[in-house]
């Protein structure tokens, strides 16, 4: 039995765990990561969840049948995803392609997409039910890439739960093989996107050469214990929509005008955050902003490539300066940071990665922040037609909660087209964060409200 933030209470019962395999036999070797994969930022399980509505078309169709058949062909040409991370000298990761497949649950629970409410957001009610931890599973090395669990539910519709190692894939990477398991239950014969491993391309040059500012793997002291705590941390979600960007929009200065979106809404939510944490005046603060370099090559990486292909450049300033300066400060460090990824950048990560031992970015006073808003994966169709939620299962990323933020593509219950931003801080500072964004928003009604009438608010 499972309890949410909402009082949901449903329950899931589960199969026991099965691996699936590819569906053909496929070759025994050794595949190495490229020197972005295997930095120690990545060494984690991320999870991804997708809701599915009843499709009256589908009627008599199990989604748990289908996709379990899917999975085990589409792992013909994924088949790296079924074999086990091992590590080499200096750290290095490689894939043992062994076949031994990936974890697989079936699963049901006695309620309906309804009983899920409007919100349908991280934090979800009872994760850990829909997206079981098998033990012994969460390993980085020798164990499974990828568990899935599909769980059917009382309306007709499902949940699609996934959990990558995600020294495999990105988000653009993971999509793509979720696409590709899509295309197969639907009947096709082959991926229209072809699976290319070619991490090479990603690889340090010989011999290892930074030849830019990485102030992202910098090493900082805590000085001043300003890591966030884990104990009380409240989780919610913020919706932005139309009404709440032109709000925010009203703060941009002339000169930059022509920002986009992310740029303002993450120029936001570093200011407002930082406020909210009351550090001292003096303390440096950071952005980290994951930016996609597939286009930033020429040529551009390999069409079907799924390995990460992306950055984390870094804004830097004292928490006095954010507070105090208008939000036009903030917003042009976002944009410099993002502005910084090219091709030279993405090889000199790689060289910094092999001579520095693959440390993990800076995790001290920073913030870091995904968009996930054109990655696609509320897109991906089993059959059933495209997810009514679907991306990112929590708000954190990686093992560090309060540090991260995605930005997930949301419809709100008014049909107004948003992203959603789970966020997650310590309770007195997540009341601060809320008055502070209010302020900004200054809409008719309160993002205060909004969070109580709208959204799930707990402390999981």
């Known amino acids: 039995m499972a309890s949410s933030p909402t009082s949901l209470v449903f329950k899931v019962h589960r199969r026991e765990p ?8 496929t070759p025994h070797e050794f595949k190495l990561l490229s020197d972005i994969d295997d930095q120690e930022g990545l060494r984690f399980h991320i999870p991804v969840m997708q809701f599915y509505r009843n499709n009256p078309s589908m009627q008599g169709k199990d989604p748990v049948k289908i996709i379990r058949e899917a999975l085990a062909k589409t792992l013909v040409f994924y088949y790296p995803f079924a074999g086990r991370l091992r590590e080499g000298p200096d750290r290095k990761l490689m894939v043992e392609c ?28 009872c994760l850990e039910e829909l997206l079981f931890d098998v033990p012994g599973s969460s390993g980085v090395l020798n164990c499974p890439l990828l568990l899935i669990q599909v769980t059917r539910l009382k309306c007709g519709g499902f949940l699609f739960a996934l959990r990558l190692n995600h020294t495999m894939s990105d988000a653009a990477g993971l999509v793509q093989f ?10 096709a014969n082959a991926p229209s996107v072809p699976a290319v491993w070619e991490r090479q391309v990603l690889n340090a040059s010989n011999p290892p050469r930074v030849t830019c500012t990485h102030r992202e793997y910098e090493e900082v002291a805590d000085t001043k214990g300003t890591i966030i705590p884990l104990d009380d941390m409240a989780h919610r979600s913020f919706f932005f929509g139309p009404s709440e960007m032109s709000a925010l929009r009203k703060f ?8 986009s979106s992310f740029e303002i809404l993450t120029a936001c939510l570093w200011k407002c955050r930082t406020i909210a944490l009351q550090p001292d005046p003096t ?12 286009d930033k090559f020429n040529p551009p990486l390999p069409r079907g490539y799924y390995g990460n292909g992306f950055a984390f450049p870094v804004a830097v300033a004292t928490a006095g300066e954010l ?8 917003l042009e460090l976002v944009r410099k940071a993002k502005a910084d990824v090219t091709e030279e950048y993405m090889r000199s990560v790689s060289s910094l990665m092999v ?18 808003r054109r990655a696609g994966f509320e897109e991906v169709d089993f059959g059933w037609g495209n997810a009514i939620y679907g991306g990112a299962a929590k708000g954190g990323v990686g093992a560090i909660p309060g540090v991260a933020s995605f930005y997930i593509p949301f419809t709100n219950k008014n049909g107004e087209n948003g992203v959603v931003v789970p966020f997650c801080l310590p309770a007195p500072a997540m009341e601060r964060f809320v008055k502070e964004l209010d302020g900004m928003l200054k809409v008719d009604q309160p993002v205060s409200a909004q969070t109580k009438s709208k959204f799930i608010v707990s402390s999981l």
Do not use: W
């Not at 979720?178 to 639907?186: C, D, I, L, Q, S």
């Open 18 to 25: 099965e691996l699936i395999k590819p569906s053909k036999p």
């Open 98 to 125: 062994t076949g031994e497949g990936i974890l697989f649950i079936e699963a049901d629970a006695d309620v309906t997409l309804e009983q899920f409410g409007d919100a349908l957001q991280p934090p979800f009610p």
């Open 178 to 187: 979720m696409a590709a398991v899509g295309e197969m239950a639907r009947g």
């Open 252 to 259: 941009v200065p002339p000169h930059l005008s022509h920002c």
């Open 283 to 294: 303390e440096e603060m950071r952005i980290i902003c994951i930016v996609n370099a597939r």
């Open 323 to 330: 507070s105090k300066n208008p939000f036009g400060y903030a």
């Open 355 to 372: 001579m520095k031992g693959r440390p993990h970015f800076t995790v001290v006073r920073a913030y870091l922040v995904s968009d996930l």
